[in-house]
């Protein structure tokens, strides 16, 4: 059996503001280039990991306190408080430039994939903060994943697997810092696509391996491609 297609995303690959907003933004530029803004490190590591692996990839640059790419229409935070006050056509016009278009042409190159008759895994890349409201995440990396979709299980443990063994160093943990199942671009996609045909996996770096410098961002890079290449060698049916 061939190996399955792959797709890498990168939401909060930036912290842009579209030229019309910039007035709204002014006095919150310390604000943006922190980890509310964007996934600092997210898109060199998307970048790296296509390059490696041979991936299509997909990312925004736009800050997400313009509008939240990982999030569904209905959630509460699809809008900052910056951008939520809004007028409604106004916020129809940035999810007619910026959220629309992203979101429709990843779901298009799956549906691509799955009308071949084909089985994709996608990962959906991102970073974290090493420290939110005074507490302290311990981990390095994490593996976010449905439960009960066993595709999903089953990449996740052959990519921890298989960091531990290039890198044990790297303290890897199961849906952490947040939960695989909560609101975000794989889990809309999980409601489209059967667990027969899509699986969606977020990675979650911490911001501390990927944003310090010296030789630990191109170690994660390099050990974190040959973790996805050995989960995926092998068939998963």
């Given at each position: 059996?061939?190996?399955?297609?792959?797709?890498?995303t990168?939401?909060?690959g930036?912290?842009?503001i579209?030229?019309?907003?910039?007035?709204?933004?002014?006095?919150?530029?310390?604000?943006?280039?922190?980890?509310?803004?964007?996934?600092?490190?997210?898109?060199?590591?998307?970048?790296s990991?296509?390059?490696?692996?041979?991936?299509?990839?997909?990312?925004?640059e736009?800050?997400?306190?313009?509008?939240?790419?990982?999030?569904?229409?209905?959630?509460?935070?699809?809008?900052?408080?910056?951008?939520?006050?809004?007028?409604?056509?106004?916020?129809?016009?940035?999810?007619?430039?910026?959220?629309?278009?992203?979101?429709?042409k990843?779901?298009s190159?799956?549906?691509?994939?799955?009308?071949?008759?084909?089985?994709?895994?996608?990962?959906?890349?991102?970073?974290?903060?090493?420290?939110?409201?005074?507490?302290?995440?311990?981990?390095?990396?994490?593996?976010?994943?449905d439960?009960a979709?066993?595709?999903?299980?089953?990449?996740?443990?052959?990519?921890?697997?298989?960091?531990?063994?290039?890198?044990?160093?790297i303290?890897?943990?199961?849906?952490?810092?947040?939960?695989?199942?909560?609101?975000?671009?794989?889990?809309?996609?999980?409601?489209?696509?059967?667990p027969?045909?899509?699986?969606?996996?977020?990675?979650?770096?911490?911001?501390?391996?990927?944003t310090?410098?010296?030789?630990?961002?191109?170690e994660l890079?390099?050990?974190?491609?040959?973790?996805?290449?050995?989960a995926?060698?092998?068939p998963?049916?």
């Amino acid at each position: 059996m061939t190996a399955p297609a792959a797709i890498l995303t990168c939401e909060h690959g930036g912290h842009k503001i579209p030229d019309d907003l910039k007035s709204l933004f002014e006095g919150h530029g310390e604000r943006l280039k922190s980890h509310r803004g964007w996934d600092p490190g997210a898109l060199e590591l998307t970048l790296s990991l296509s390059e490696k692996l041979g991936y299509p990839v997909f990312y925004s640059e736009i800050s997400r306190l313009v509008v939240e790419l990982n999030r569904s229409e209905h959630n509460r935070t699809l809008f900052s408080d910056i951008t939520g006050s809004l007028p409604l056509a106004k916020r129809k016009q940035i999810l007619d430039e910026y959220y629309y278009p992203f979101r429709k042409k990843v779901f298009s190159h799956i549906s691509r994939i799955i009308q071949q008759g084909g089985f994709i895994i996608h990962f959906s890349v991102h970073t974290f903060s090493p420290v939110i409201d005074g507490k302290i995440r311990n981990a390095d990396a994490g593996l976010l994943y449905d439960p009960a979709r066993k595709s999903e299980r089953d990449v996740a443990a052959r990519i921890a697997e298989a960091l531990k063994q290039y890198s044990p160093h790297i303290r890897t943990r199961m849906n952490y810092p947040y939960t695989g199942k909560a609101d975000g671009h794989a889990t809309a996609l999980r409601k489209s696509f059967g667990p027969g045909e899509y699986a969606g996996l977020e990675l979650e770096i911490n911001q501390q391996l990927v944003t310090g410098g010296g030789t630990g961002a191109s170690e994660l890079h390099e050990s974190l491609g040959q973790a996805i290449e050995y989960a995926l060698a092998k068939p998963l049916f």
